[in-house]
Nanobody, 118 residues
């Protein structure tokens, strides 16, 4: 059983940057992909990035250009770099791990709060 723990959230001014971390309690080698999602108050959870175990990445349009996902297998950690933060990026950010290329996620973290405000 793998546990995922997000960290790195906080309060940041518009235009700032954050790097979120998703640390796994075990090896992430067997996790087919790790996805980052976010959920703002009163809104549905939305996908912001995915990275596969082959380091292939994918982003929705809302994240392209400002979000970068990466992984460090030696640290069993996946990162989400967010630049040029906007107030509308305020949300709880979650990472999820999936053992297959399709279907529901097998593991979820507890989330980390990102608040963008001046």
């Amino acid at each position: 059983q793998v546990q995922l723990v997000e960290s790195g959230g906080g309060l940041v001014q518009p235009g700032g940057s954050l790097r979120l971390s998703c640390a796994a309690s075990g090896s992430i080698d067997n996790i087919y992909n790790v996805g980052w999602y976010r959920q703002a108050p009163g809104k549905q959870r939305e996908w912001v990035a995915t990275i596969t175990r082959r380091d292939s990445t994918d982003y929705p349009d809302l994240a392209k250009g400002r979000f970068t996902v990466s992984r460090d297998n030696t640290k069993n950690t996946v990162y989400l770099q967010i630049n040029s933060l906007k107030p509308e990026d305020t949300a709880v950010y979650y990472c999820g791990g999936r053992l297959r290329s399709y279907g529901p996620y097998d593991y979820w973290g507890q989330g980390t709060q990102v608040t963008v405000s001046s």
